[in-house]
């Protein structure tokens, strides 16, 4: 039984070798790309850039004239009976009844009418840089929708990537929690231990088993949520680079000095006022007159029926016109003056905005660069004691094959290791997630390599 046990064992370990040696790595840049490609909120963000530059065409800038035609057609058809009472005919007899039957007739008129502005105050002037701020505008919003996406990427990619991290961990310790029962079997054969050994190694090897399975899950899980970011199939199977670089901090040092010019946030409240500005000026335009050019070309075709005295005729027409209008609103009951007011009011309260922004930017970017510098030290740390514990195991491990140490002592050494080492895991993914997160904050996210 022991024997099948073994063997069982042994297939389930290479089948699981060779699964995942078939999966395909999913690189940081790939996943990038993919999230770019595909992830919905970035799709939406990119539509709404879209949005912002069919409306700062020139065809929505209210410099182009309006072209209109109108035409129309009408039909009539009259049936009457003309009497002539007390009328007589030359030779006396009574005047006969006149029977007009389906007496028709036709009008058509076709007309073409232009208009043109030729000066509105300056408004479309200023409308249409205003809709040129709007674009630029949407297009730093959608930086900060890919901003957002790209750190919640990789605080899943992280997390993938820490999971197998953690999987490859387990999976030795459990092979080594089946080589301790084999030797305590084997020593047990030959009377140098008691059961009370395999017990306790059986123990832990079903301790070491349930840990390695509630990771794969955990793994699984978070491979689908990454899925989900990437907008595709959640059961795309994928193995994730666990390699991590820091930035130099020169480097570091410069992005933070030039966070001002870069900051998505004090960039979007730049592009705030901007519009703002543009805001008064166009309420401003309604002092001023409008004046503009119009023009019509016309074709009319009347076509009536004969009557009791008239014969019927047609009747073509051609008409042109040109004309020129001047409005001006001189007064309006204040309702200008109150919007420009108004307009100015909203600039201040914008120029308020970028001051809380900045102060905001500057404290968040302080936090982020001392939670990174915090986590960096806390990941050097767990390294060396990485370094520490397993020089321990290792040692432990020599003592006890030569039963120098209990089994307990060494299953000590082991879990010491094993906490290092996840713990290890999880201060290199969460300083690479805090320096993307300063990153972001400077303005450099989407400007460097993952």
């Known amino acids: 039984m022991k024997r099948l046990t073994r063997i069982i064992s042994a297939i389930f370990l290479i089948t699981t070798a060779v699964i995942s040696a078939q999966e ?54 009259d049936d009457s009976v003309i009497e002539f009472p007390g009328q007589t005919n030359d030779d006396g007899t009574p005047r006969a009844d006149l029977d007009i039957y389906k007496a028709e007739a036709q009008r058509y008129n076709s007309t073409l009418n232009a208009n043109y502005t030729l000066f509105d105050g300056l408004g479309r002037f200023y409308n249409y840089k205003k809709l040129k701020e709007q674009y630029q505008l949407s297009e730093l919003q959608a930086r900060e929708t890919i901003e957002n996406t790209m750190l919640q990427l990789f605080s899943v990619y992280f997390e993938v990537a ?26 047990f054969e030959y009377g140098q231990n008691t059961k009370l050994a395999i017990l306790n190694a059986q123990v832990d090897l079903t301790n070491d088993s ?145 001051q809380q922004v900045t102060l905001e930017v500057e404290r968040d970017i302080q936090n982020a660069l001392a939670i990174y510098e915090n986590r960096l030290n806390i990941f050097e740390i767990q390294a060396q004691n990485v370094a520490t514990n397993q020089n321990n195991f290792e040692r432990s491990q020599e003592q006890f094959q030569l039963g120098r140490i209990s089994s307990i002592e060494f299953r000590q050494a082991q879990i010491n290791l094993l906490n290092a080492q996840t713990n290890k895991n999880l201060a290199k993914y969460n300083a690479k997630l805090a320096e993307l997160q300063l990153l972001q904050l400077t303005g450099q996210l989407l400007n460097v390599e993952f």
Not at 166 to 182: M, T
Not at 211 to 216: I, M, Q, R, S
Not at 225 to 231: E, H, K, P
Not at 256 to 276: D, P, R, Y
């Open 24 to 77: 395909t790595v999913l690189s940081k840049e790939a996943a990038v790309n993919l999230a770019l490609e595909n992830n919905f909120g970035i799709k939406v963000a990119k539509n709404q850039v879209k949005i912002a530059g069919n409306n700062k065409s020139i065809l929505n800038s209210g410099y182009l004239p309006t072209l209109s035609n109108t035409t129309t057609a009408n039909y009539n058809r």
């Open 162 to 187: 820490r999971f197998t991290e953690n999987k490859n961990v387990l999976q030795k310790a459990l092979e080594i929690s089946k080589q301790r029962i084999k030797r305590a079997e084997y020593a």
């Open 210 to 354: 349930i840990n390695l399975l509630n990771v794969k899950q955990q793994l699984a899980n978070t491979k689908r949520d990454l899925n989900v970011i990437l907008n595709q199939d959640l059961n795309t199977k994928y193995e994730v680079d666990t390699l991590v670089n820091f930035l130099p901090k020169l480097k570091l040092e410069e992005f933070i000095n030039n966070a001002k010019i870069h900051n998505v946030s004090l960039l979007q409240t730049e592009k705030n006022l901007a519009v703002n500005a543009y805001d008064i000026k166009i309420n401003k335009s309604g002092y001023l007159p409008t004046v503009g050019l119009n023009g019509a070309y016309g074709w009319n075709l009347n076509q009536s029926a004969s009557s009791a005295f008239f014969p019927g005729n047609d009747n073509t027409t051609w008409n042109f016109g040109l004309g020129a209008r001047l409005t001006w609103n001189l007064f309006d009951g204040g309702s200008t003056t109150v919007r420009v007011k108004n307009a100015k009011i909203a600039y201040q309260n914008q120029e308020l905005l970028k």
